[in-house]
């Protein structure tokens, strides 16, 4: 049976065509037929396709939703939980489905990175819990040719997160994790914030209440004696119609907080309910009528009202908005616009059109202090879809940091810059004072990550990011993470059983693919075709930042030819940058040349001083870390120094004697 059943209305046949095409370059197997288009041969044969099916994606229009056929097929995947609808027509719904979620794809234009086509990925992935033929992937993924873009992606996205310590992702998906590092416990009242449900005439006001829940979250995260469950987990469920106490269960919370959102020129309704999820009881609900001018400080009554429901002790100050932000209006408005570009995934158009927004916000507010560390950050994640400007957007980044450092010297976020900083210059001393000396500084904890993974500890790192996880359950980056750091550790069987659940969570899974797909190849006796034939699917795709020999690319026959082929690559001048030589080591990792993994990974840290994370995570297997060459790297880049003056020589190495040491 195929992944994925096509229904569409009979003048719909060119669309549908696309859309099959569409779902099949995306690695999905599909049922449509020309010559059986649905209203005219709904029979038994259609029928079991349906019921095999693992989604059926409707195409609802103004011809399909008319024909009789098109919504027996929509009842009988609905009645068996595989219905995914899309409106590719404004149109009417037929009433029986108007409640129902459904993705509106009225503007796509058949571009894979477009919000639209990529929510709608997410449902059918939902459902069908793969991105390629099952039969090609007895334990990681084995991708075909028209997912070859995703696994250029996501060694791109693991390559960057090596080399910057992972600092980005963790700070984002542990939001609402606070004191993780100098250990926290949870708190006795659990909270939920669901995204808010945008009411407004205009789709595009999405960002808004989008936006908004999230400020909202980050508002009542902040109460002391309140757990909140961070953004990636509560805004899974955005769009999905579930009983609260199934939501409540799969978060591990007690109550929920949810409303909508309506949005005008001026004006800006907030509707908002507090729900027990043990047995879907109303706690508190109100609702909120205010000028658009006053949305600061209605956000801030919002998390306090909820606060005062559940009967928490609340210090007033406690409530002001977070430091750094703005009364600009517009600035606040396409800050929320960027956010929701960033928080979308791995993709150039997203990070260009966030860093265009960033320079807008900072220029309607130059003090806004949030918007320059998110345009500080738009600049760091466009570097790698840019690196011939590379140069530039670094300085650009510089000038923005410095900017935050100007306006509060003394703040979080300023303590936070000079922690990456020292880290950046791999005074792991210094780094580890200043977290010791920030204790109650969640945006300094976090970072503690950062110093755990330059210096190899793992173990430490390990139960943080457990922690972490069981905050954030649905987050698919917490999962990747937790799967990479179980690896380095050398717990396959529990990182390959935290890949396996992780394809049941909505959202690209980018990141966690990469990491299983590099630890099958590292891991023992990868079979050498599937290593190929993904390595050639990566080569063949013209979305990556490394540069080829395309002559030599279609030469290749063997693991050998590929290896070769990566040598020449690494000698090439126009491959002479930090970001490209450390994916030439993973890749050079996955496919077995240690002296190539060893020179690129030299290259890397000496010449190009990239973060030290990458070492531990290139070299965690195979024994690789008993190479004299990694040795001299570690003694090169500084880290055995760190390692004698702290006594903290992390899990992989240890002295011997007064002069030497050794790692495993």
């Not at 400007?389 to 670094?394: D, S, W």
């Not at 969640?442 to 110093?451: D, K």
Request: proline share 3%; with cysteine; glycine share 6%.
């Amino acid at each position: 049976m195929a992944d994925v059943f096509l229904s569409y209305g009979h003048d719909d046949l060119a669309t549908a065509k696309r859309y099959a095409e569409a779902f099949e370059r995306a690695g999905f197997s599909i049922w449509w037929d020309e010559s059986l288009r649905s209203g005219e041969a709904f029979d038994a044969a259609i029928e079991k396709e349906i019921k095999g099916a693992k989604a059926v994606v409707v195409l609802w229009s103004k011809s399909s939703v008319q024909s009789r056929w098109v919504r027996a097929e929509a009842t009988l995947a609905e009645k068996s939980g595989t219905l995914v609808p899309a409106l590719i027509e404004p149109c009417e719904l037929p009433i029986m489905f108007q409640l129902t979620h459904t993705v509106d794809l009225t503007r796509w234009k058949g571009e894979a990175g477009e919000a639209g086509w990529q929510a709608l990925m997410a449902d059918v992935r939902r459902l069908a819990s793969t991105d390629a033929a099952p039969a090609q992937r007895p334990r990681v993924l084995v991708a075909p040719k028209s997912a070859s873009r995703r696994w250029m992606l996501a060694a791109c996205a693991l390559v960057v997160l090596a080399a910057s310590g992972g600092w980005w992702a963790f700070t984002h998906w542990s939001a609402g994790a606070t004191g993780l590092a100098s250990g926290q416990t949870s708190a006795p009242v659990t909270l939920a914030v669901l995204p808010f449900v945008n009411l407004s005439s205009d789709v595009e006001q999405e960002y808004f209440s989008d936006g908004l829940t999230e400020e909202i979250l980050n508002q009542l995260a902040q109460i002391e004696g309140l757990a909140v469950t961070a953004r990636t987990s509560s805004f899974s469920f955005k769009g999905r119609n579930e009983d609260v106490r199934t939501i409540g269960e799969k978060l591990g919370v007690g109550h929920l907080l949810e409303g909508s959102i309506r949005k005008d020129a001026r004006q800006l309704r907030i509707t908002a309910q507090l729900v027990s999820t043990r047995d879907g009881t109303h706690v508190w609900s109100h609702v909120y009528d205010r000028e658009l001018s006053g949305v600061f400080q209605l956000q801030e009554q919002i998390a306090k009202d909820v606060a005062q429901a559940l009967s928490i002790k609340l210090d007033v100050g406690e409530m002001r908005r977070a430091n750094g932000g703005t009364t600009n209006l517009e600035a606040y408005d396409k800050f929320l616009q960027a956010a929701a570009l960033l928080g979308k995934g791995y993709n150039k158009d997203f990070a260009t059109q966030a860093v265009e927004l960033g320079r807008e916000v900072v220029a309607l507010d130059p003090n806004f202090l949030r918007g320059w560390d998110q345009l500080a950050l738009a600049l760091a994640a466009m570097q790698v879809w840019a690196p011939e400007n590379a140069m530039a957007l670094r300085g650009e980044a510089e000038k923005a940091v410095a900017r935050i450092v100007s306006l509060a010297p003394e703040s979080e976020q300023a303590r936070r810059i000079r922690l990456e900083q020292l880290l950046e210059q791999r005074r792991w001393l210094d780094a580890a004072a200043l977290i010791d000396s920030a204790a109650d500084e969640p945006e300094v904890q976090r970072l503690a990550y950062g110093l755990l993974r330059d210096t190899g500890r793992f173990e430490e790192l390990l139960p943080i990011v457990r922690h972490a996880c069981t905050r954030d359950p649905l987050s698919l980056a917490c999962s990747a993470q937790l799967q990479d750091v179980e690896a380095a550790v050398g717990r396959s069987e529990e990182a390959q059983a935290e890949y396996e659940r992780s394809k049941g969570l909505v959202g690209a899974h980018i990141e966690s693919d990469a990491i299983a797909l590099v630890r099958y190849g590292v891991g023992p006796n990868p079979d050498p075709k599937i290593l190929l034939a993904n390595f050639l699917a990566i080569l063949k795709d013209g979305n990556r930042p490394v540069t080829f020999d395309s002559e030599q690319i279609d030469r290749i026959r063997t693991l050998d030819d590929a290896r070769a082929l990566l040598h020449k690559t690494l000698d090439d001048q126009a491959n002479n940058e930090g970001l490209r030589i450390l994916i030439i080591a993973f890749w050079a990792s996955a496919l077995g040349d240690r002296d190539l993994a060893m020179t690129a990974l030299r290259r890397a840290n000496i010449d190009m001083h990239a973060r030290t994370a990458n070492l531990w995570l290139v070299s965690y297997s195979r024994g690789w870390r008993a190479d004299p060459r990694f040795k001299a790297i570690l003694r090169d880049t500084g880290l055995v120094d760190y390692f004698r003056a702290s006594g903290k020589w992390g899990d992989f190495c240890k002295p011997v004697g007064k002069d030497d040491f050794e790692c495993h």
